[in-house]
């Protein structure tokens, strides 16, 4: 029996788990979020010894996770005094970054049990993930069938809501301590041999209602890989599942995994209004007596004139630095549209230091020339900025010079361009936006394939590029095999096959075929996939022999 590994988001157990095709890769199924989070807040009922085990264990594992956590508790629950006692050690040991509280509660046979949910707020702030569900215990206690418990990445309104709920419990929560630990041993009530069998013939009947109405000529497969279920009648043909019916829309497997890449990143933009100013200053084409615009007929013409007190050399490499940002950004990043860069996760750290280095190369370069003073600096530049200003008024007014109020107007402008590049962030702020990709029917205006494929033929060309470009990584400074870690969002499996370089050339003309081929950008998408995973050529083209045929009946039946 094979075991799952889980990606957010996820439900468990999910179907391939309920049929014993595979089990759960560990006992707590999110257990794999824990080495990544710097805090976990929730509600966990039916805690015992194994619980207890596993927060011991990942608070020994990871020495910066804060853990708080109410205990829901009731009559006869799974929890005792030992398991209390255990906790409170861990407490005591992890002062100040484990605590739990205890919410005793009564069970409600109208409102049912005790919530279980947990936050697991990422160690980088990229990521927030809720696990929710009626499953105690963390998941260690084997759920129902009837359970379904859901893992998901959570939006921001989502997680503060969230907080505001569990702040109010929390404060009306009783400490963990000595005491409280104490829980009377109890057990579930046993009722009356007559209420026990008359339970037994319900589940019977129950039982003999569900064999009644399964149609004896239906068989239930369940995928191994995907976990889609499908009824398959006497005829081999597929009956309708319930939700079709109510319009819930299937994610193909290719869809699915497009969808779930969009989750691993976020839409990169920069806060131009963060940026500073170019280090020399426009100077108005009218100052010299001239029109800076002029048009006869169909010819246009456009006078420009710039200032500064930097030398040529050094505004050259301040300039280069300034407007690196955009170079950086694409390095660590993907396209989405024209303009629009998708970036990883697990790049934004590594691209965030990247930027830093930069903008302190910069802001060292400026004050090694200026100081502290740019107003002081400008001031001992004036005989020479009069003096070009001045030869450069001549060429169109041999006798005259420049008025003192153009002088000062200069000289304030290249002051303030100055201080603002050295009392700010000599590169702009940047911004994240979340993005998602949402499968639907394309229409004549648009369709969420297209952007899709422009992101999947980046990451497809790109390791395949780092292996066979010495250029693609100009500009930044990091070694090659932890740029490829970071950038490497599908697993691509030619780092397991490490192939030569004539090979990768091949598969770089191959996905550049690909892309002119007649397909549609879905199809596009699945086939860059293949190459990814690292499918061998003659199961790629024949794929490619079934979308040719599949599009050509298309066209036959127009």
């Known amino acids: 029996m094979g075991r799952i590994s889980k990606h957010v988001p996820f439900v468990w157990p999910d179907t391939i788990e309920l049929t014993g095709q595979a089990q759960e890769s560990c006992l707590v199924p999110y257990h794999f979020l824990t080495p990544d989070t710097s805090s976990i807040f929730g509600v966990v009922s039916g805690i015992d010894s194994e619980g207890a085990l596993w927060l011991e264990h990942i608070s020994n594992e990871n020495p910066e996770l804060h853990i708080k956590l109410v205990l829901a508790l009731y009559g006869a629950c799974a929890t005792q005094t030992e398991d209390l006692e255990r906790l409170f050690t861990l407490q005591q040991r992890y002062s100040g970054r484990v605590e739990f509280k205890i919410f005793a509660t009564q069970l409600s046979y109208l409102a049912g049990t005790p919530s279980n949910i947990l936050c697991f707020i990422s160690r980088e702030s990229l990521n927030t993930s809720i696990a929710i569900g009626p499953t105690a215990n963390f998941g260690i206690t084997e759920a129902l069938e009837a359970q379904a418990n859901l893992v998901f990445k959570a939006d921001a309104p989502t997680v503060d809501s969230w907080r505001k709920w569990f702040e109010l419990l929390w404060l009306k929560s009783s400490p963990l301590s000595e005491s409280t630990a104490q829980i009377p041993h109890l057990v579930p009530a046993r009722g009356t041999d007559e209420a026990e069998e008359m339970w037994r013939q319900y589940e019977v009947e129950c039982q003999l209602a569900f064999k009644n109405a399964l149609r004896s000529d239906i068989r239930i497969e369940v995928d191994p890989e995907t976990g889609e279920v499908t009824a398959i009648d006497e005829n081999g043909e597929e009956v309708e599942m319930p939700t079709k019916s109510l319009g819930v829309p299937r994610l193909d497997k290719v869809a699915d995994r497009v969808s779930r890449l969009y989750g691993k990143g976020a839409m990169v933009t920069i806060d131009k209004g963060s940026r500073i100013p170019p280090l020399d200053a426009p100077i108005r084409a009218e100052w010299f007596g001239i029109k800076s615009s002029r048009q006869i007929g169909a010819v246009t013409r456009e006078v420009k004139y710039r200032i500064s007190v930097l030398d040529e050399k050094?505004?050259?490499?301040?300039?280069?630095?300034?407007?690196?940002?955009?170079?950086i950004i694409n390095a660590f990043s993907y396209p989405l549209a024209e303009s629009?860069?998708?970036?990883?996760?697990?790049?934004?750290?590594?691209?965030?230091?990247?930027?830093?280095?930069?903008?302190?190369?910069?802001?060292?370069?400026?004050?090694?020339?200026?100081?502290?003073?740019?107003?002081?600096?400008?001031?001992?530049?004036?005989?020479?900025?009069?003096?070009?200003?001045?030869?450069?008024?001549?060429d169109f007014n041999p006798n005259g010079e420049l008025g003192k109020e153009v002088i000062d107007e200069i000289v304030s402008d290249l002051t303030e361009r100055l201080q603002k590049a050295m009392n700010g962030r000599f590169l702009p702020q940047i911004s994240y936006t979340e993005v998602s990709f949402s499968p639907n029917k394309d229409s004549e205006t648009s369709s969420c394939w297209v952007q899709a494929l422009?992101?999947?033929?980046?990451?497809?060309?790109?390791?395949?590029?780092?292996?066979?470009?010495?250029?693609?990584?100009?500009?930044?400074?990091?070694?090659?095999?932890?740029?490829?870690?970071?950038?490497?969002?599908?697993?691509?499996s030619i780092y397991q096959r490490r192939p030569y370089k004539d090979i990768i050339n091949e598969e770089l003309d191959f996905i550049k075929n690909i892309l002119k081929e007649g397909f549609t950008a879905r199809e596009k998408?699945?086939?860059?996939?293949?190459?990814?995973?690292?499918?061998?050529?003659?199961?790629?083209?024949?794929?490619?022999?079934?979308?040719?045929?599949?599009t050509a009946n298309a066209k036959d039946s127009e």
């Open 340 to 394: 629009v860069c998708w970036m990883p996760d697990s790049a934004r750290k590594v691209m965030e230091l990247e930027l830093e280095r930069v903008n302190k190369e910069g802001n060292e370069l400026i004050g090694g020339v200026i100081g502290n003073d740019a107003e002081k600096f400008v001031k001992s530049q004036i005989s020479r900025i009069i003096d070009d200003a001045n030869k450069m008024y001549k």
């Open 454 to 492: 422009s992101l999947m033929e980046a990451i497809s060309r790109f390791p395949r590029e780092l292996a066979v470009d010495p250029f693609k990584m100009r500009g930044i400074r990091i070694n090659e095999s932890e740029y490829a870690k970071v950038m490497d969002v599908c697993d691509d």
């Open 314 to 327: 050094l505004l050259k490499d301040l300039e280069n630095r300034r407007k690196s940002i955009r170079q």
């Open 525 to 550: 998408c699945e086939l860059l996939l293949d190459i990814i995973d690292g499918k061998s050529k003659d199961d790629i083209n024949h794929k490619i022999a079934e979308f040719v045929t599949k």
